[in-house]
């Protein structure tokens, strides 16, 4: 059974000295289940407080492993779930106040299911979008080398 709320607050967050830790996945499928790079899609969302266009993402928090805190994330936030596969990095970078430094682990999530309500459904907004077009929305610099990792892992193994 899935849980249909999203966690709240920051009490049981992890932190790595100062930098607290999020965890998030890029979301993917091949359009019409072709494996050609040019059928690659990823799923990305908008922010809650904003139009700005990401990959779920958010707190790792300590009853829950890296892989958990991913699925839960892209379930939450984009209302999917999938196949966690492996890290595809660890990046540092400066919250949206500047005031405070996190670190970000990402993954890959192959999208399985696709759920019509999920908890914050009616806070953001979803789209499939071509790698490219991924690249031109997504604002954050890691999650944009988060996703060319992607691109060059899937060509790498799968020859697309």
Request: charge should be positive; charged fraction near 25%.
């Given at each position: 059974?899935?849980?249909?709320?999203?966690?709240?607050?920051?009490?049981?967050?992890?932190?790595?000295?100062?930098?607290?830790?999020?965890?998030g996945c890029i979301p993917y499928r091949y359009k019409k289940g072709r494996e050609e790079e040019d059928e690659l899609e990823v799923l990305v969302?908008?922010?809650?407080?904003?139009?700005?266009?990401?990959?779920?993402?958010?707190?790792w928090e300590v009853d829950e492993s890296v892989e958990e805190a991913a699925s839960r994330e892209s379930l939450e936030e984009?209302?999917?779930?999938?196949?966690i596969?492996?890290?595809?990095?660890?990046?540092v970078f400066k919250s949206k106040s500047g005031e405070l430094y996190h670190e970000g682990h990402m993954f890959p999530l192959l999208?399985?299911?696709q759920l019509d309500?999920?908890?914050?459904?009616t806070a953001r907004r979803r789209q499939w979008m071509s790698v490219?077009?991924?690249?031109?929305?997504?604002?954050?610099?890691w999650?944009?080398?988060?996703?060319?990792?992607?691109?060059?892992?899937?060509?790498l193994t799968r020859g697309i």
């Open positions: 059974m899935l849980h249909m709320a999203a966690r709240t607050g920051r009490q049981f967050q992890r932190y790595n000295k100062d930098h607290r830790l999020v965890v969302i908008s922010s809650k407080k904003s139009q700005a266009m990401m990959f779920p993402k958010g707190g984009a209302g999917v779930l999938g196949n596969q492996c890290e595809l990095g660890k990046w999208v399985t299911q309500l999920w908890p914050e459904k490219a077009e991924a690249k031109a929305a997504c604002e954050q610099w999650m944009k080398e988060a996703l060319d990792i992607l691109v060059n892992r899937l060509i």
